[in-house]
């Protein structure tokens, strides 16, 4: 592969490769976030005035703080906390954004809109789509084309891990309608309260630019991907060679003339679009879950630090700490769902990573055979002081090329499968 095609190649790839880690921010940042929040519920019922209330109402006061020391977490398959360890109206009375509620209806789990339809033209076309860039990848398995294919892994897989996201959000759709519903109620009380509805606008609005810049990035990084795919075919066409695809496959017809090759090409610029925007809307809708999550945290601490001396005195601290009881048991149960819909979407998520980071220090491993090659040359025919220069190079190459995970273990398909 010359210099100027493996450029191409990076610049394809770079913002793949950046777009799915900072997915995989985004899921421990919205981890973490929860984690802290859930924590401030105790510290908020130990620093009002506990003290003076008698004991009856003190044992409330004690259950809040007791179950406020758990977090709420987001776990990756139930056996992994979503935080940055890990990592080292509907207009503006929700947090889930219009551009998202779109997203969510193009692909039938938006409640009260068709869902039929959307869900056959996804796994209709997926499905064909997958089909036909398996029989690539097998076509093109050959370990020297690897670095060729590395692309053609990179988008298959994602392809493969939004439809599985799909799969799981139809499979738990009562899930998410309970999800909604409880958003809704929430901000209905939060309207009878001047503080609470300011508390929630702030979440709004802070729900709606993430969702809007996760989705823009997302759909540039697409664009950007498509753009430099047209222009290496453009560069590198000639009258008789294959040309190439968007999304690399093996139709089962000729797609080398024109204008069926513009067909298939703009065919799958707008599908790559589609489902580019379909796996923002998935990530900029637990960011604005989590981030609704966190205002009604607010609101809970809030109730807790309103409790005055007054109140005490007479009946009313009773009432409030009920009611903060049962808010606190909603919280909970919200957290639940979460961690119900988005657990194995994040197990996916991370899966699909670890496995293209691993593909890549596995190349970079094979970097070794230089040496081999070096090796089975006519270096014996040449002059000595020529192949002491080969042997320089036989040398250098025993030692391989690793990417490590912070400098503690090689990333490799070999640690991969330790791992699984």
Not at 224 to 229: E, K, L, P, R
Not at 278 to 298: C, K, W, Y
Not at 322 to 350: C, G, P, V, W
Request: glycine share 4%.
């Amino acid at each position: 592969m010359d210099t100027d095609e493996a450029s191409a190649i990076l610049g394809k790839t770079v913002p793949y490769y950046v777009i799915i880690n900072i997915e995989a921010f985004i899921l421990c940042y919205i981890g973490e976030y929860l984690s802290s929040k859930s924590l401030t519920i105790a510290v908020a019922a130990y620093n009002f005035q506990w003290y003076e209330l008698n004991s009856k109402e003190n044992r409330y006061i004690l259950l809040l703080i007791l179950r406020g020391q758990k977090k709420l977490t987001i776990t990756v398959g139930k056996f992994l906390d979503l935080s940055l360890e890990s990592f080292a109206n509907k207009m503006l009375t929700s947090t889930i954004g219009p551009a998202v509620q779109l997203g969510l209806r193009c692909v039938g789990v938006w409640p009260n809109s068709m869902m039929i339809f959307p869900r056959i033209f996804w796994i209709v076309t997926v499905s064909f789509i997958q089909t036909f860039q398996f029989r690539y990848l097998l076509a093109h398995s050959g370990f020297m084309e690897l670095m060729r294919i590395m692309d053609s892994v990179s988008l298959t897989l994602a392809y493969t891990i939004t439809i599985l996201k799909l799969f799981a959000f139809w499979i738990n759709y009562n899930i998410f309608h309970d999800i909604l519903e409880m958003m809704e109620n929430d901000w209905e009380k939060s309207t009878k309260i001047e503080c609470d509805h300011s508390t929630m606008t702030s979440k709004i609005i802070l729900a709606h630019r993430y969702s809007n810049l996760i989705i823009s990035v997302y759909c540039i990084s697409a664009f950007f991907y498509a753009t430099g795919t047209f222009v290496i075919g453009d560069n590198n066409y000639d009258d008789g060679e294959e040309r190439e695809l968007l999304l690399k496959m093996i139709l089962p017809f000729n797609s080398n003339k024109s204008p069926i090759y513009e067909i298939v090409i703009v065919t799958q610029f707008f599908h790559q679009l589609l489902t580019t925007a379909v796996a923002a809307v998935l990530s900029s809708l637990i960011v604005a879950l989590i981030l609704h999550l966190g205002g009604q945290v607010d609101i809970l601490c809030e109730m807790l630090l309103r409790i005055s001396g007054k109140d005490i005195e007479g009946n009313l601290s009773l009432a409030i700490l009920k009611n903060a009881i049962a808010k606190h048991q909603r919280i909970i149960l919200f957290s639940d769902n979460i961690e119900s819909l988005f657990t194995y979407f994040s197990l996916m998520q991370f899966m699909s990573n670890i496995l293209i980071i691993c593909c890549l220090g596995f190349m970079i491993v094979t970097g070794k055979l230089i040496g081999d090659v070096a090796y089975e040359s006519l270096w014996y025919d040449l002059k000595p002081n020529e192949s002491r220069l080969l042997l320089l190079i036989i040398l250098r190459s025993q030692k391989k090329l690793t990417i490590t995970a912070g400098k503690i273990m090689e990333l490799s398909l070999e640690r991969f499968t330790g791992m699984v």
